[in-house]
């Protein structure tokens, strides 16, 4: 069983930065791959960007590369996001989800996740 906890949503201006936080308890963290995930009022909930279980393979949605990136320190138990020249349009609840196999090409599926935060609230303003 791991449980995830999100941190470090709040309002930010466009252009600014945000780094998101994800704590996991459970001693087997080095084993999941996380993904960030959103999800907009009206919308469906949608892959942000995954990383494998060592770090070495990331993967983001079009509309954040080069500006998102995630990174995660096993030590810690810890996944980030950080969000450097946010849009309006990225205003949503962030989760953070953990799935218990490699990275693979369908690690962007959120139905393919074991595990998630209970989400924060990520507001650009314009």
């Known amino acids: 069983q791991v449980q995830l906890v999100e941190s470090g949503g709040g309002l930010v201006q466009a252009g600014g930065s945000l780094r998101l936080s994800c704590a996991a308890s459970?001693?087997?963290?080095?084993?999941?791959?996380m993904g960030w995930f959103r999800q907009a009022p009206g919308k469906e909930r949608e892959a942000v960007a995954v990383i494998s279980t060592s770090g070495g393979i990331t993967s983001y949605a079009d509309s954040v590369k080069g500006r998102f990136t995630i990174s995660r320190d096993n030590a810690k138990k810890t996944v980030y996001l950080q969000m450097n020249s946010p849009k309006p349009e990225d205003t949503a609840v962030y989760y953070c989800?953990?799935?218990?196999?490699?990275?693979?090409?369908?690690?962007?599926?959120?139905?393919?996740?074991?595990?998630w935060g209970q989400g924060t609230q990520v507001t650009v303003s314009s």
């Open positions: 459970g001693r087997t963290f080095s084993s999941y791959t």
């Open positions: 989800a953990g799935a218990l196999r490699p990275y693979s090409s369908r690690s962007r599926d959120p139905g393919g996740y074991d595990y």
